[in-house]
């Protein structure tokens, strides 16, 4: 029962073949099980599981059909949660416990989930392997030696191992699409501005998206439905109407243009990029129309991203200065002191033309390349990641600059504050996930998800389990 | 004549009387509230609260400066100015860099000098530090209560203008009703930064190379003896062929001093970048169009026209002005008492008598000045011809006021009024009374 998607768990209910006692008590104990092997959550919630599951079917019972009612999901921790420590896995907050609900938490128990718990990851979300987490790494389901990527590791994780339905991660730039790649789920990028940050504990703000990862892409797109939309407490979502996500998710894509950027696929080991392409032959027997464009390569986002990011972490991070929520400033590990002083440097007087301003320059031309291209294709493809995922404590992963290697393909597109899906479309020779980047323009989420299903129609991979 | 001339700017925050803050639901008036009890997520800067800005705000904003002459910018943005301290809840304050929503205004003193105006910007304000004892106490109530900065150039030359400026600037955001500018309350806080200049550097027109900062008065007096006070202790130092050094000063009240408190070694680096929470904001011309029409008459308008309208003395037409509401309360008295009674006596009432305008209506003070007129209007040679006849027909009483029972008087006023018939001011009929008697 733990490899149900949240399409089938609902028709299960409705059906009244289960209650959602019983699948939170399946999920509780699943957790139980494979939790030593996976560390995928900081914070598991049962009793308020129990509680919230209790709740959805009695509203069943009374008539109601929210749409992720008694649904058992996991919730990053860095996301708000009224009355549950929210650590976003450092000690710093070890002992916080948020008096209110991010936006996307209060739409969530609107629409009736169940909270099974806080979902591990990097620090701050600095990082994408969750090795930077003060609560313990976690590890890939699929081979615990591996990383599950990061930093929403924890989330893809504990879909991955059928601890949850499906899990709500946040990206800045690839961390809710490359540890999805890492784990073989589908990971869903909202376009910026498109489900509310209120709430989140801040990383890169102009960069912040949070989005589904799931076992299917009706699923991320049902998810989707549930978070999208304007927020009076986020001035920066976008007042567009939220379209219905599954209407034309089926639609035949006959006409689909897809653009191809090969400087997206150099240096893309042999096997990832074998798979993808393979993927795309998928997509253009169903009718789509391959063309070749150029992208800036992708190099180049690299430098932007790391000096804007760092920046906003600098000035987001200045308010945990040892006066409230309990910890002193020694309790910043490694990666956030590093990511503080960078930003602090770059912002300084004197330095913030030559690096702050500049990149912002060069941000407008990404996001003006990107507009260009979407002029004459519907969608992107490229590999999510160079590779497959790491293994833990490789020389690779210590490098300071390993996260912005292992997503130097998501951070255009993240910098441009486009959409983006990763579905799984295969695996290596050691049986690792390999994930491809569907990406769509700005509010393209129809698009993307219509194209992504199309896919995993034809395949299989995303019903595969690992061997846990 | 002296030999330095001094350069000094002003820095003021006026904080609006919004209902909400800044940048949350919360309500914007603390004053007097129960320690952190008009908090929430986002003034307390929580993991993940995010700021949305206030229209409100930023419309009052715009409406200062357009009052101060200012130019618009229709596109502007707010940005993170970032520094430590205890009652900064975020680790940074959100205010303006480079694009405030107003820049290059004027305001022009009473002898016609122009104080430009620099820039003014919307920011918001910073929660409390109570000092009990041994330990430190944080109150945000008053974290994210708008605030509105307005920077000079360095144009005043002397305390005096310093304080009229300043006397003005509380007057133009009274009268737009956008703050209370209460000084005790802390409603309005003044920053001068005074240098003196050389006889060279003035006639090069160069601005000298240190500058004194004095924060946070919240008294036009103290300013202006803390502007005096450092006028002295500056020429003393550059007397001695010596520089007074870059730094940021306190006033002392109790011993009437400024001292140090930051020097220049110590400077701020804010870091300032654009705020990646709050999307720019724009303006139209429309839009600023609105907000202009919705400016009342200024106070140096209302002056320019109270003595050409009302022929009224500059001195009796400034006394009117610096209250709207008593502007108002005169100009409604003056169309009450239209062709009976002339603007100037109306004024002479109100500024003479010190009509307490809250109890009096206009139409009282119209009545109250036509009665007092009607006393006058009797001719003294007719009064005087009454009194005698009264006193003719009262001699008994004539005498016993002579032989000293003084208030046999009322009972000859008593008669005397009878006889007249009108009412008269009973003051001058006793005069007469007295004067016939002897």
């Known amino acids: ?66 749409p992720l009612l008694g649904i058992p999901l996991s919730i990053k921790d860095n996301f708000s949660t009224k009355g549950v420590r929210t650590t976003a896995s450092s000690k710093v907050l070890d002992k916080y416990i948020p008096p209110y609900d991010a936006t996307v938490v209060t739409k969530l128990k609107e629409a009736g989930m169940v909270l099974l718990g806080k979902t591990n990851m990097d620090a701050w979300a600095h990082g994408s392997s969750t090795e930077t987490s003060d609560y313990g790494q976690s590890k890939n389901p699929w081979n615990t030696d591996y990383l599950p990527g990061g930093s929403s590791g924890g989330a893809a994780a504990s879909v991955a191992a059928g601890e949850v339905i499906a899990a709500i991660g946040s990206e800045t730039a690839g961390s809710i699409r490359q540890p999805a790649s890492w784990c073989g789920v589908v990971g869903l990028k909202p376009t910026y501005g498109r ?36 927020d009076p407490l986020d001035a920066t979502t976008s007042p567009l109407p939220v379209p219905d996500y599954l209407k034309n998710i089926n639609r035949e894509i006959t006409n689909l243009k897809i653009g191809i950027s090969e400087d997206y696929f150099e240096g893309v080991d042999t096997e990832v990029k074998q798979k993808v392409e393979d993927a795309i032959k998928v997509l253009e027997k169903l009718g789509a129309k391959i063309k070749k464009i150029k992208l800036f390569s992708p190099k180049y986002s690299i430098a932007v991203y790391t000096i804007i990011m760092r920046s906003e972490v600098s ?42 301003n500049k990149a912002l320059k060069v941000r407008s ?104 | 004549m002296n030999k330095y001339t001094p350069i000094i700017g002003l820095e003021t925050h006026v904080e609006l009387k919004t209902n909400s803050k800044m940048f949350c639901g919360c309500e914007a008036k603390y004053f007097g509230k129960e320690p952190n009890t008009i908090t929430c997520p986002v003034c307390l800067g929580l993991p993940g609260a995010l700021p949305v800005p206030n229209k409100t705000a930023i419309d009052w904003c715009i409406k200062i400066s ?32 480079d694009l405030p929503f107003g820049q290059n205004g004027s305001i022009t003193l009473s002898n016609g000098k122009i104080i430009r105006i620099r820039r003014v910007h919307m920011e918001e304000d910073t929660g409390k530090l109570i000092h009990e004892g041994e330990s430190s106490l944080i109150d945000f109530n008053r974290s994210g209560v708008p ?82 006070y450092e006028i002295k202790r500056q020429t003393e130092i550059l007397d001695k062929k010596e520089t007074p050094a870059q730094e940021t000063r306190g006033w002392d009240e109790a011993k009437q001093k400024t001292f140090s408190q930051r020097s220049k070694e110590d400077a701020m680096d804010y870091r300032y970048f654009p705020e990646p929470d709050i999307p720019p904001i724009i303006y139209t011309e429309k839009d600023i169009e609105k907000l202009k029409i919705a400016i009342p008459e200024l106070p140096d308008q209302k002056l320019k026209r109270f003595e050409k309208i009302f022929g009224l003395p500059r001195y009796d037409a400034e006394i009117l002005t610096r209250d709207r509401k008593m502007a108002n309360y005169f100009e409604e008295t003056v169309r009450v008492g239209k062709n009976e009674i002339k603007p100037k006596q109306i004024a002479n009432e109100i500024i003479n ?86």
């Not at chain 2, 618009?72 to 680790?91: M, W």
């Not at chain 2, 005043?156 to 304080?163: C, G, Q, W």
């Open chain 2, 147 to 228: 605030l509105v900065e307005i920077v000079t150039e360095p144009d005043f030359h002397n305390a005096t203008d310093v304080k009229e400026y300043l006397q003005k600037l509380r007057q133009i955001v009274r009268y737009l009703e956008v703050a209370d500018a209460d000084m005790e309350k802390g409603d309005m806080r003044l920053e001068p930064n005074i240098s003196l200049s050389s006889k060279q550097q003035a006639i090069s027109n160069k601005l000298p190379d240190y500058k004194v900062e004095i924060k946070n008065i919240n008294s036009f007096k103290f300013v202006e003896k803390a502007v005096n």
């Open chain 2, 66 to 97: 357009l009052s101060l002459n200012c130019k618009i910018n229709l596109f502007s943005k707010f940005d993170r100015k970032n520094y430590f301290y205890p009652d900064l809840s975020k680790g940074y304050q959100i205010s303006q860099y």
């Open chain 1, 195 to 230: 489900v509310s940050r209120s709430g989140v504990i801040a990383m890169g703000s102009s960069l912040d998206s949070p989005g589904p990862i799931t076992k299917s892409v009706e699923d991320a797109a049902l998810v989707l439905q549930v978070l999208a939309g304007v």
């Open chain 1, 1 to 66: 029962m733990t490899n149900l998607t949240i399409t089938k768990a609902l028709e299960k209910l409705k059906n009244k073949e289960i209650s959602s006692v019983e699948l939170t008590k399946t999920f509780l104990e699943r957790i139980k099980k494979v939790e030593p092997k996976i560390n995928a959550f900081v914070t598991v919630t049962e009793e308020e599981a129990l509680r919230n599951a209790k709740d959805a079917d009695k509203k069943r019972a009374n008539g109601s059909d929210a």
């Open chain 2, 353 to 438: 008598k010190k009509i307490d305008i809250k109890k009096i209506l206009p139409i009282a003070l119209v009545k109250q000045i036509l009665n007092a007129k009607q006393t006058i209007q009797i001719d003294q040679k007719e009064l005087d011809k009454i009194i005698i006849e009264t006193l003719n027909e009262n001699k008994k009483a004539v005498d016993e006021y002579k032989s000293g029972k003084e208030n046999v008087l009322m009972f000859l006023l008593g008669q005397a009024m009878k006889k007249i018939g009108k009412k008269v001011n009973i003051n001058i009929v006793k005069e007469a009374i007295i004067k016939n008697i002897k």
């Open chain 1, 315 to 356: 000035s987001n991070l200045a308010r945990f200065d040892g006066i409230r929520y309990g910890s002193d400033r020694s309790f910043f590990a490694e990666e956030a002191k590093r990511r503080i002083m960078l930003g602090t440097y770059v912002l300084s007087a004197g330095y913030y033309d030559q690096y702050f």
């Open chain 1, 365 to 468: 031309l990404i996001i003006n390349d990107f507009k260009k291209a979407f002029e004459d294709v519907d969608v992107v493809i490229a590999p999510t990641n160079p590779k497959t995922a790491l293994k833990a404590g490789s020389d690779e992963a210590k490098d300071p600059m390993f996260g912005e290697l292992a997503d130097i393909l998501v951070e255009p597109s993240s910098l441009a504050g486009l959409s983006g899906i990763n579905i799984p479309v295969g695996f290596s020779k050691k049986g690792l996930p390999i994930g491809m980047d569907i990406i769509g323009p700005q509010f393209g989420e129809q698009t993307i998800l219509n194209v992504a299903k199309k896919y995993e129609d034809e395949t299989e991979w995303n019903l595969k389990e690992p061997n846990l």
